[in-house]
């Protein structure tokens, strides 16, 4: 990723705090966003898409816990309103629409993430958001194996969100969403 990308413009500007993450975000190219709830880890992420698609890194696919569908559509809305948002619901895959930003619950990425299926998600995103990412903690769950194998075809940007990385309190948990974030 390049240092020097400029801090993209959206509907809503930026705090200052949210400058300084997405700046790190474009400079490391991947980060874990491990703030409290409340100071716009959402709106950072959708600062990070916007840079990603200035750099031809789009589709994005933002990976969430199924009950913040509607948060997410509507904050991309508010934030970046001119970007095509498709959410991906269900078990049976199927051709989907072309999109800046595809949301999918973490509860049904590993239905589309199967490589030998020809709607697969995988290698067909460019960047990576996954909120509540210590939902991925198991390396053994579905949805932990589906994300990894999905960040391992990602060649943009890899964020992770949670405001309580490891809720209880083991490093081991962190082991899978370190993998996420790494280049393997």
């Known amino acids: 990723m390049k240092a020097t990308l400029a801090l993209p413009k959206l509907a809503v500007p930026l705090l200052p705090h949210q400058e300084d993450a997405v700046r790190f975000v474009l400079d490391k190219g991947q980060a874990y966003l491990a703030l409290d709830m409340g100071l716009g880890k959402t709106a950072c992420a959708i600062a990070v898409i916007e840079a990603a698609r200035t750099l031809g890194d789009t589709p994005a696919l933002i990976v969430i816990p199924p009950s913040l569908r509607t948060t997410w559509v509507k904050e991309l809305s508010k934030f970046a309103p001119h970007l095509t948002v498709h959410v991906v619901k269900g078990t049976v895959t199927k051709p989907l629409p072309a999109a800046d930003v595809y949301i999918i619950g973490d509860s049904v990425i590993r239905d589309w993430t199967d490589a030998s299926d020809p709607n697969t998600l995988l290698g067909k995103m460019h960047t990576l958001i996954v909120d509540e990412s210590h939902r991925v903690k198991n390396s053994g769950s579905g949805r932990t194996k589906a ?35 790494g280049k393997t």
């Open 147 to 181: 994300t990894i194998a999905m960040a391992k075809t990602v060649r943009g940007f890899r964020v992770l969100m949670s405001g309580t990385p490891s809720p209880n309190g083991r490093n081991m948990e962190m082991g899978s969403q370190i993998e996420i974030l």
